[in-house]
């Protein structure tokens, strides 16, 4: 019971004092905070007061800024005021001289004006007089020509007839000596030049030029196999044209048979074709057909490896198949008995070489060159000369602009505007008068040299003439009596500009004017 009396009487006091804890920290807190409230309200106090004192601090420095502030903007501005007052005062003095110079010159102005106006009155009455000075001119010029017609019994219109004559007369002998002066001086300087290059370029190329012919008769072995050909009721021989579109000439000539087409493609599947027959011995309708097909691819063949070979020849690069095709084909094509692939190949390095000479597109040059008569190929086909079909062909397969004028320019049809294309030009005549290069037709031939002669002896003053050098020269001799000298110049020019618009040739052909004085005497 003590033990439990004693532990009540611990716990009384514990409890006593835990109340008496919490009431005295309640009494504490109320007292710090009734302390803090009066501390933090003098310190209110205390801070409105200095904001107070600093309100009107800050007011006395600002009114004092302001006080000094409008001083220094007084003080400026009197100055400006007074820069600006002495300006105005410069400017006005200046504006006064300037009146006073201009009222000088209006002045001046003045003087001169009435000045003028003096002088145009004068000039006035002088025209005045001049138009009646004039008057009386024109009617003693009127007395005068009528007298002077009178004494030389012609009229004005004659004597101006007769004057004008004189000065034409003499106007065309300077016009033609002067012709004759930058001829004589341009050959001087352009013969050896030219004579140098074209020389170099035919030795330094080495193309074969012999002239060939394109033969059209098959050989036989006997004249038995010429009714194998023709066949039962001739149907063989019919199968034959039929296909390659060739005809069969069958006649007395011993152990031959002549093929007559004017295409030497189609002559030639057809030549290749009857040796094929031949050789195989079994002729018949269904073997013609089948040797025909053969035949044809072979040439087809044999075209594409020689458009080839030229273009690999002549170093000429990038053209476009057909044109391969087309210049393979010049290789079955004969133009007065000269080949068209040897020609147009040897046409390329002769241009080429040329080019090289002169600093001009050598690559250019030999294009042009192996292109300029890749309308033979085609021309039995399509109307129009070998030119313009050539430079249509060209212009199809999308060729240099350059390159079509060349093959337009190279036989004159066109005026050269390059110096490719006029290598182009001199390149095919050298090609095709070389030596054995060509042979022409002997009618044609000799028509050509007579029309040559009959252009030359159709003008006044020319006594004959005579075509040399196989048509490439005439030479034509006047009568002195009627031709001076220095018109022989423009005789030459008037016959060429008339063989150039009624003839066509080959090549180029010299006008050669001989004028000869004689005097003759005999002695007794």
């Not at 009384?12 to 803090?36: D, N, P, Q, S, T």
């Amino acid at each position: 019971m003590l033990v439990i009396a004693l532990i009540i009487t611990i716990a009384a006091a514990v409890i006593v004092a835990v109340v008496v804890g919490i009431l005295a920290f309640k009494y504490g807190y109320a007292y710090r905070k009734k302390i803090a409230e009066l501390k933090i309200g003098s310190a209110e106090e205390e801070a409105n007061r200095l904001i107070e004192s600093a309100k009107k601090e800050a007011v006395k420095n600002a009114e004092n800024a302001k006080k000094e502030k409008l001083l220094e903007a007084k003080e400026e501005i009197h100055k400006e005021r007074s820069e600006l007052d002495k300006e105005i005062k410069e400017r006005r003095n200046e504006i006064q001289r300037q009146e006073r110079r201009i009222q000088q010159k209006e002045d001046t102005i003045d003087k001169k004006t009435q000045s003028i106006e003096e002088k145009e009155a004068l000039i006035q009455k002088k025209l005045a007089k001049l138009e009646e000075t004039k008057a009386e001119i024109e009617q003693v010029k009127k007395l005068e020509m009528s007298q002077l017609e009178k004494i030389a019994e012609l009229s004005a219109d004659d004597a101006k007839k007769l004057i004008m004559k004189q000065v034409e007369s003499d106007s065309r002998h300077e016009a033609a000596m002067l012709i004759k002066s930058i001829e004589d001086q341009a050959k001087e300087e352009a013969e050896n030049k030219a004579r140098n290059i074209i020389t170099g370029a035919i030795q330094r190329c080495a193309a074969d030029h012999v002239a060939e012919t394109t033969v059209s008769v098959v050989n036989l072995p006997n004249d038995e196999m010429k009714g194998r050909i023709i066949g039962r009721e001739g149907r063989n021989i019919r199968t034959i044209e039929n296909l390659t579109g060739i005809d069969l000439i069958i006649d007395d000539t011993p152990e031959a048979v002549i093929l007559s087409g004017f295409d030497p493609v189609r002559r030639e599947i057809a030549r290749l074709s009857l040796e094929k027959l031949i050789t195989d011995g079994r002729i018949h309708p269904g073997r013609i057909e089948e040797t025909v097909e053969k035949a044809r691819k072979e040439v087809e063949q044999i075209i594409k490896q020689e458009g080839e070979r030229a273009t690999f020849e002549t170093g000429v690069h990038g053209l476009h198949p057909e044109l391969i095709r087309l210049i393979g084909k010049l290789r079955y094509r004969t133009s007065y008995g000269q080949n068209v692939l040897k020609h147009s190949i040897e046409v390329s390095h002769l241009a080429g070489l040329m080019a090289s000479e002169l600093g001009a597109d050598v690559a250019l040059a030999k294009r042009a060159g192996l292109l300029h008569d890749v309308g033979k190929a085609i021309d039995h086909d399509v109307e129009g000369s070998h030119v313009t079909i050539g430079a249509d062909v060209a212009k199809k397969y999308k060729e240099n602009d350059k390159v079509v004028h060349a093959i337009m320019a190279h036989h004159g049809d066109i005026e050269p505007n390059s110096v490719e294309a006029c290598l182009i030009q001199a390149a095919d005549a050298i090609s095709a008068a070389r030596p054995a290069a060509r042979r022409e037709n002997l009618e044609s031939y000799i028509k050509r040299l007579e029309n040559l002669e009959g252009i030359a002896n159709s003008f006044d003053g020319v006594e004959r003439s005579f075509a040399i050098q196989a048509g490439r020269e005439i030479r034509i001799i006047v009568k002195p009596d009627k031709v001076k000298d220095e018109e022989t110049v423009l005789l030459a020019k008037d016959i060429v500009k008339k063989i150039e618009a009624e003839m066509e040739y080959p090549g180029q052909i010299k006008v050669n004017v001989i004028r000869e004085t004689r005097a003759i005497d005999y002695a007794k």
